[in-house]
């Protein structure tokens, strides 16, 4: 899953693509690169984001879709959002995936939004919101406290008519933890295969990498890099990238050594 952040103010590239020319130029790279997954945000969740109003978000990311999809760019698409009105204008337009940070619970809408599109739906775990999830975040057991909580999600969600076929959990790295929260995630996400869904993992230029090499967010692709093949080790379904060709080389080889290991 390749970002492509279609706002003014991403932590990771600082609307290096924003607007529609820029994006489709971004998008096309991506899929000559080898992506999978297009996951477009019109709304910045890095830590301390401001909110951005619906018709904002919705004119940031519908022309962007629509541009992709008459430009027979067949990828599939995920419309990163925590707005219901917003997922369903993006799926009509032509994404294939609502990926939503706040695991259907923003709004009182949501669950059955998703029931209505019938569309693959990613929910994550965050703690608090994008302003104030990194003010002195605590848990006593991060790995149960996150499974409890995506399992209560999920289930709610399957109740209210999801398929169950169509939900994908995110743990959240980066959303409402320390680094040895998020250390802890990759190092046990696996457990979370236990409650029988898809895994995503996005830890690609998050700002634990920073914490432990000093690095800024630009300059995290040996990190980024690292936290993808460890998350595929262990059987991760999904991987949120920003350097697409670099982790497609990566895992390409990686695949290629296991292969020989297990011929």
């Known amino acids: 899953m390749g970002v492509l952040n279609v706002t003014p103010d991403s932590f990771s590239d600082s609307g290096e693509h924003f607007g529609v020319t820029k994006s489709l130029v971004r998008a096309l790279e ?3 690169d080898g992506v999978d997954i297009i ?3 019109g709304e910045s969740t890095r830590p301390g984001a401001k909110n951005v109003g619906e018709e904002e978000e919705l004119s940031r990311v519908i022309p ?11 990828t599939q698409i995920s419309i990163d959002t925590r707005r219901p009105k917003v997922a369903e204008a993006a799926i009509r337009a032509g994404a294939n995936i609502w990926n939503d940070v706040t695991a259907l619970s923003f709004d009182e809408n949501s669950v059955s939004m998703a ?3 019938d569309c693959q739906v990613v929910l994550m775990h965050m703690r608090g919101t994008p302003q104030t999830m990194q003010d002195k975040p605590a848990y006593g057991d991060v790995i149960s406290e996150i499974n409890a909580y995506l399992k209560e999600r999920a289930m709610f969600a399957i109740s209210a008519g999801v398929k169950r076929e169509n939900i994908t959990l995110d743990p959240g790295i980066g959303f409402g933890k320390r680094l040895e929260d998020n250390l802890d995630i990759l190092q046990k996400f696996d457990d979370l295969y236990a409650l029988g869904f898809p895994i995503l993992i996005g830890a690609s230029r ?10 800024k967010a630009n300059d995290r692709l040996g990190g980024s890099i ?6 595929s080790s262990l059987g991760a379904t999904i991987v949120r990238v920003h350097d697409v060709k670099e982790t497609a080389q990566a895992l390409k ?5 296991r292969g020989r290991e297990n011929g």
């Open 115 to 117: 029931a209505k599109l």
């Open 206 to 215: 998050k700002s634990f990498i920073g914490l432990i090499d000093g690095s």
């Open 39 to 41: 996951d477009i945000g």
């Open 226 to 231: 690292a936290c993808a093949l460890w998350a």
């Open 253 to 257: 080889v990686w695949r290629a050594i």
């Open 30 to 32: 991506m899929c000559e």
């Open 64 to 74: 962007v879709i629509k541009t992709l999809r008459r430009e027979n760019i067949s």
